[in-house]
């Protein structure tokens, strides 16, 4: 264990904010595959009584997103506190996309690993193709034989036990689950009471599956609780921050690999030293690039000075309602190129689209039965508008673009201003034009319906 408090060139300066703990936190983080806030915590889906426990022992943020709309992007922000175009993990690791080498000294598992942490990985990653590389010291990937891997099945019991153990503190631990990610298992589920998303159509077809969703939503559920009990029974949980996230949108048409909010939104609720804890809802913008900054400010380790993400430990504390007043979203890879950015405010969002391309691109859009009804209606006909403008107050649902609007006219300018500033502080490639894949990587064709081509 290093010495506590750490050493000045280690200690959290940035905003002075972080409070003064007897020992370091240990710190678990559960991440799971296209489950948005599919959650019964979030009054939505699934039955989670083990997520619920969590939010009302902890602090559960109502309006949380992610930087960008799919995997290694979004969970390569979370590890490094910047956008993907700054740590250079622009479309899918397993496609042939990859951090910069200058991102990978700042992952979460690095720097704390820097400071005297063990550092582990248990169950799935999306960042790299070796997990080592990230900083993780430990890795523990199960699985069964024949079956996908890094399932809550596999993956729980092997960090439930390694939790229960007592391990070397302080640890960091990242446990990665794949359920949520299609294609999902069948369930008998009723459907009487399934709430279909309301951008979906409510047929009997996408109940079915929004119930398979569900069924595996309740075993990331159950796999939480398991780990919980874990922590209780090896005296940790009180010195342990334990945060539930997820990566981006549920994998249905209309969210994942969209900008719009049913594509961005993440669950996040954590629990643990440092105030996390009373039952509260946050109702405050977070994206998830603040988790880092925010994780590493609690650990007593400064962030990087560059960092696109702010701690939430002052919102946390109950000093602030707000943080940030605005957050920003991309993507640029998915399985096709498809330039967007967006600015997301407490009212609007405001979405510039680089590329002429289908509102709904049906290549980045996972095969299931929702996909062919929603095909069969002609869903993916549309085309998409150069720039996009919804007030999310009186049209939740994001489905009047506002930016022809003379009435929008100053709320465009100022949104639209606000992106393109960002976009040249922070450096985004697509100011000088097209964004080309690196070498080797597999892109998809933009007119295919298959993410394969």
Partial sequence: MPPWPLPAELRGASSQ??????????????????????LGAYGRGAVTPHLDRLA????????????????????????????PHRHGLIGLAHRGFGLH???????????????????????FQHEAADPHTLGYQHVVQPRSSGARPHLCRDVAPAAADFLARGPAEPFFMMVGFEETHRPFDPTDTPLDDIRVPAYLPDTPVVRRDVADLEGAVREVDGAVGRLLAALDRSGLADRTLFLFTTDHGIAFPG??????????????????PGGFDGGRRLPGLVSNVDLSPTILELCGVTPPPDSDGVSLLPM???????????????????????????VRTARHKYVRSFADRPLHLPAHVDASPTKELLRERGYFEARRPL????????????????????????????????????????GDPLLAGTVHPPAGA???PADSYEPEG
């Fill in 387 to 426: 720039e996009q403008l919804f007030d999310l107050a009186d049209d939740p649902l994001e489905q009047t673009n506002l930016a022809a609007s003379s009435d929008a006219a100053t709320v465009l300018s100022a949104l639209r201003e606000r992106l393109a500033h960002w976009m040249q502080v922070t």
């Fill in 255 to 272: 969210a994942k690999s969209t900008l719009f909010d049913p594509g961005l939104e993440v669950g996040t609720i954590a629990r643990g």
């Fill in 17 to 38: 904010t972080a409070p003064i703990l007897s020992m370091p936190p240990n710190v678990v983080v559960v991440i799971t595959h296209d489950t948005g806030r599919h």
């Fill in 316 to 342: 946390v504390a109950g000093r602030v309602r707000d943080v940030r007043q605005e957050l920003f979203a991309e993507l640029t890879f998915h399985t096709a190129y498809d330039p967007m950015r967006a």
């Fill in 56 to 83: 009302a022992e902890g602090v559960l943020f109502e309006r949380a997103f992610s930087a960008a709309p799919q995997c290694s992007p979004s969970r390569a922000s979370l590890l490094t506190g910047l956008v």
């Fill in 442 to 444: 597999i892109v998809t």
């Fill in 101 to 123: 080498p200058s991102a990978l000294p700042r992952t979460l598992p690095r720097l704390l690993g820097a400071a005297g942490y063990r550092t582990h990985l248990y169950g």
